[in-house]
């Protein structure tokens, strides 16, 4: 799990803005420290929040440097109307994704589970755990691909070790490109941006095409092609 | 893609690929698709709820099932990235010792680009009872 700063104890450090927040206590929220705190988010994901989603931030122009500040109910009022996008969702969170109200539509439930399972994976890649991944796997699968031209293929456990290896990508930026389902198999097409980690340096690319199989009710990813994008 | 000629090479490659396991199949020749798969290709889905798995199961199958020469193959879909590619393909009207009389079977390939050519990696399947 990303360790997410508690709400910080407010630290302020201009009277300036001191005055400010004396005047609307509670109200504000005085830096990208607090912004990132009530958010529980990283100051650089909200940062990020503000130019890709509009998550509303406002600026007091100084002499030597501008410091930004953010009203809590302009905050709320955007999270409630930011699109709920499972790949926001960190680790575990693949456990806690709410049940779908529409049990009876086949296509929904399957989609969901389907999008659980490769939650497992990304939450591996974020941790930087192979065995949080493991759970999402068939135990015989396999892997390939081209790393700088490379190719490699094998049993899955070779993706575990090098995931234990790489450490943890915090940032990764992952989008579901498709999901195809025919009964009991499956391809998810997940395109990931923001790869970071002692193996992978920083800012990496990678699509990754898995295979999944339905068995005894469960969906399993029974193979992990990947393609590492050059830079 | 870089360019449509890039991609159309692609393209162009992979149903090749895909062409020898339809001719296996209709065939009934395993011999005709070994050349699609990868050394380590891998082989997943239930056959009359008995879950199958291994090319070694499937080269077996198409050789005991015999000619199936009134299958309709269609490509669904090709999907490439780079290096990787993956293919849906449905395929009506299977016959054999094996298979019965016009059944229907989904196929989800992926594949890699080796420097021979495009390669089978997996192939799912799903037999529609």
């Not at chain 2, 992979?14 to 296996?24: A, C, E, P």
Request: contains cysteine; proline residues 5%.
């Amino acid at each position: 799990m990303i360790v997410l700063a508690a709400r910080p104890a407010v630290v302020y450090s201009s009277t300036k803005v001191r005055s400010a927040v004396r005047n609307t206590p509670q109200k504000t929220l005085e830096s990208w420290k607090q912004i990132a705190a009530y958010l529980e988010r990283s100051e650089r994901t909200v940062r990020r929040w503000e130019t890709t989603e509009k998550l509303p931030v406002h600026r007091r122009e100084h002499e030597k440097q501008d410091t930004v500040f953010a009203y809590k109910h302009e905050i709320d009022a955007w999270s409630r109307l930011r699109v709920k996008c499972p790949i926001e969702l960190s680790l575990d969170d693949g456990d806690v994704l709410p049940a779908n109200p529409h049990a009876d539509n086949t296509y929904l439930t399957e989609h969901d589970a389907i999008t659980r399972v490769v939650h497992r994976y990304i939450a591996g890649c974020r941790a930087g755990e192979g065995e949080v991944m493991r759970p999402a796997f068939h135990p015989s699968a396999t892997m390939s691909g081209f790393c700088q031209g490379v190719e490699y293929s094998g049993s899955i456990e070779h993706v575990f070790d090098w995931i234990n290896q790489n450490g943890p990508a915090p940032d990764i930026n992952p989008r579901f490109a498709r999901i195809e389902i025919v009964e009991t198999i499956a391809v998810v097409h997940l395109e990931v941006q923001r790869w970071s980690g002692k193996l992978v340096g920083a800012q990496a690319r990678a699509s990754d095409v898995f295979t999944l199989l339905k068995c005894d009710g469960e969906w399993k990813i029974t193979h992990k092609l990947f393609h590492w994008h050059d830079r | 893609m870089a360019n449509t000629q890039q991609y159309l090479t692609e393209y162009d490659g992979i149903s090749k690929t895909i062409q020898m396991y339809i001719d296996g199949s209709k065939q009934g020749k395993s011999e005709l698709m070994r050349p699609a798969f990868h050394a380590d290709a891998s082989f997943f889905g239930y056959a009359g709820g008995q879950l199958a798995v291994g090319p070694a199961f499937l080269f077996d199958w198409i050789d005991k099932n015999g000619p199936a020469p009134k299958i309709e193959p269609r490509i669904v879909s090709v999907d490439i990235l780079d290096s990787i590619a993956m293919v849906r393909l449905e395929v009506g009207g299977w016959s054999g010792k094996l298979a019965g009389s016009d059944v229907r079977m989904s196929d989800l390939f992926t594949l890699l680009k080796t420097p021979s050519g495009w390669r089978i990696i997996q192939k799912a399947f799903h037999w529609h009872a």
